[in-house]
């Protein structure tokens, strides 16, 4: 009787143990401090390197693509989060420019949209509320037309 006793109390006590043990590794938890309660911060893992992503969106792998060869890139990646489109729209008008990329237009609809360019590429960002206060992020990545880049480069005559 006086083992059962024993096995019980050391069993019960090596269960409170692990239990606390589990529970503390829970409690830290790694939060990047944004720089103002309306700003957004980008994303340290990116698909495209110079196409920043807001922190606080998830990946769509499922519902994504993208091709790189002979310094040719194509993309159709998407994310989706409860961040606020306004915050959005205003992350990438301020990243974008940080990398090399010119806001073209803004066009608003239902959904928002914003076209960037560079010599040999664009980027059409679009965002779409889905409900629920979720934001469907649509980056589409791929290169200018030759055509676009003849008229860019040539003069109006």
Do not use: H
Not at 54 to 63: A, D, H, Y
Not at 80 to 101: A, L, R, S, T
Not at 124 to 152: D, E, F, H, M, Y
């Amino acid at each position: 009787m006086k083992f059962s006793k024993k096995l019980f109390f050391l069993s019960s006590t090596c269960f409170l143990l692990i239990t606390a043990l589990m529970g503390c590794t829970t409690i830290t938890e790694n939060k990047a401090p944004a720089s103002s309660p309306d700003s957004l911060s980008p994303q340290a893992l990116v698909k495209f390197s110079d196409i920043p992503v807001p922190v606080g969106l998830k990946s769509l792998p499922e519902q994504s693509y993208s091709f790189e060869s002979s310094g040719v890139r194509v993309g159709v990646l998407k994310y989706q989060g409860k961040n606020i489109p306004d915050q959005i729209v205003n992350f990438y008008k301020e990243q974008m420019p940080m990398y090399n990329w010119n806001l073209v237009n803004i066009v608003e609809y239902g959904q928002r949209l914003l076209n960037f360019e560079r010599e040999n590429e664009t980027c059409i960002i679009t965002l779409q509320s889905i409900g629920w206060g979720n934001t469907l992020l649509v980056i589409s990545l791929g290169p200018k037309s030759q055509s676009a880049s003849k008229r860019a480069k040539s003069p109006v005559k």
